[in-house]
């Protein structure tokens, strides 16, 4: 008899190792999905990180989603800084101003007529604030 086979007479229950077979295949499956939402997280850490070290100050000049890169959303500010900002592009437009001190998390959008204060430790904390 193969492993993944049954005796044809026995139509309900599992053998043992089909069993331990199902049961590694899903914890496995786990395992992978654990290690994938943990390395996606520590990724948006760093790249968080990295971007408070940065000074942004200028004028949004465009804005777009790259569709060679999966619709990744892009800005470009004084027709030179090329910036990924997927996590707060739907709050810019083509003419804000943004300051961003260096060391600092917090990025003011200056809009017509508005004012907006993103501070990226809360857009991390909406991502993956437990439910």
Same mark, same amino acid.
Do not use: C
């Given at each position: 008899?193969?492993?993944?086979? =049954?005796?044809? $007479?026995?139509?309900?229950?599992?053998?043992? $190792? $089909?069993?331990?077979?199902?049961?590694?295949?899903?914890? %496995?499956?786990?395992?992978?999905?654990?290690?994938? =939402?943990?390395?996606? +997280?520590?990724?948006?850490?760093?790249? @968080?990180?990295? @971007?408070?070290? =940065?000074?942004? =100050?200028?004028?949004?000049?465009?804005?777009?989603?790259?569709? %060679?890169?999966?619709? +990744?959303?892009?800005?470009?500010?004084? !027709?030179?800084?090329?910036?990924?900002? $997927?996590?707060?592009?739907? /709050?810019?437009?083509?003419?804000?101003?943004?300051?961003?001190?260096? !060391?600092?998390? /917090?990025?003011?959008?200056?809009?017509?007529?508005?004012?907006?204060?993103?501070?990226? !430790?809360?857009?991390?904390?909406?991502?993956?604030?437990?439910?």
């Amino acid at each position: 008899m193969n492993f993944l086979n =049954k005796d044809p $007479q026995d139509k309900h229950n599992a053998t043992p $190792q $089909q069993m331990a077979f199902i049961y590694f295949i899903f914890a %496995t499956a786990f395992v992978l999905f654990i290690i994938m =939402k943990s390395n996606h +997280t520590s990724h948006l850490r760093k790249s @968080l990180d990295e @971007l408070s070290k =940065k000074e942004i =100050k200028g004028i949004v000049t465009e804005k777009w989603l790259d569709t %060679t890169n999966r619709n +990744t959303p892009y800005i470009k500010i004084n !027709n030179i800084s090329r910036l990924e900002y $997927q996590y707060i592009w739907e /709050k810019l437009h083509v003419g804000d101003s943004l300051y961003k001190p260096a !060391n600092s998390f /917090k990025l003011t959008i200056y809009g017509k007529d508005r004012e907006t204060v993103v501070d990226y !430790n809360e857009v991390y904390d909406d991502i993956y604030r437990p439910n």
